[in-house]
């Protein structure tokens, strides 16, 4: 069964510090795989997008990596911000087109 | 600003009233989606519909009931509901009816209805 799971489930750390997420799927065949941010009372918004030939992406001090062998893809977040606070989401797409959701990493950056 | 907008934010209903949802997304994208966000679940897909036709129904009870009028606009009408439809409910667009393709095609959340049923 194609799944992706995410850890950890919540995560507090403080302003400034860094932190990592991660993501491990069996989805296969695999097509993409996508981070995106929820803040609270808002919709995911996308963050990165790795393809099977993409090991690492930054957007800003977000940088998603993937090891498409593993099957795992990490989300690293440098000098977290107050605004940083949010779930985490990580979507694998089957090259059939279907996405298979993560349950998310909720994040809380204190000050 | 997003560019998918939903409407009402939060909706409180018994179980025996009827309710709408509606999504209006302004991007000129061609499939809108439902999706059932509860705490500690993944999203769940419920509807997708791709240039106006339904193309996915993901087992979801008839006491939902979309309607997608035209490319631009998304409805999910509600009749007798049960508390554990109490959830986040999500629409979101995007280019091409297979989001999972490419870069282009990610999916655009609105901001959600947060639905009660007592």
């Known amino acids: 069964k194609n799944q992706v799971e995410q850890s950890p489930q919540s995560l507090i750390i403080l302003e400034g510090k860094n932190c990592t997420l991660q993501c491990n799927y069996t989805v296969s065949p695999f097509s993409n795989l996508r981070w995106y941010k929820q803040d609270t009372g808002r919709g995911p918004v996308s963050l990165t997008i790795?393809?099977?030939?993409?090991n690492t992406k930054s957007n800003g001090r977000y940088t998603a990596t993937l090891d498409a062998d593993t099957k795992q893809s990490s989300l690293h977040i440098t000098a977290s911000q107050l605004s940083d606070s949010a779930s985490y989401i990580c979507v694998v797409s089957e090259r059939d087109d279907k996405i298979i959701f993560g349950k998310g990493t909720r994040l809380h950056i204190l000050p | 600003e997003t560019g998918v907008t939903q409407t009402p934010r939060h909706l409180v209903m018994g179980m025996t009233n009827k309710k709408s949802l509606k999504c209006e997304q302004h991007l000129g994208h061609n499939a809108m989606y439902w999706y059932k966000q509860s705490a500690k679940k993944p999203l769940e897909l419920m509807f997708v519909y791709s240039l106006e036709e339904r193309v996915e129904n993901n087992s979801v009870p008839s006491r939902f009931s979309p309607e997608c009028p035209n490319s631009s606009h998304l409805f999910l009408h509600l009749h007798t509901l049960q508390p554990e439809d109490s959830a986040l409910y999500l629409c979101?667009?995007?280019?091409?009816?297979?989001?999972?393709?490419?870069?282009?095609?990610?999916?655009?959340f609105g901001n959600g209805t947060r639905l009660t049923v007592t």
């Open positions: 979101a667009s995007s280019q091409a009816h297979f989001p999972g393709r490419g870069k282009n095609s990610p999916l655009h």
């Open positions: 790795m393809t099977f030939s993409e």
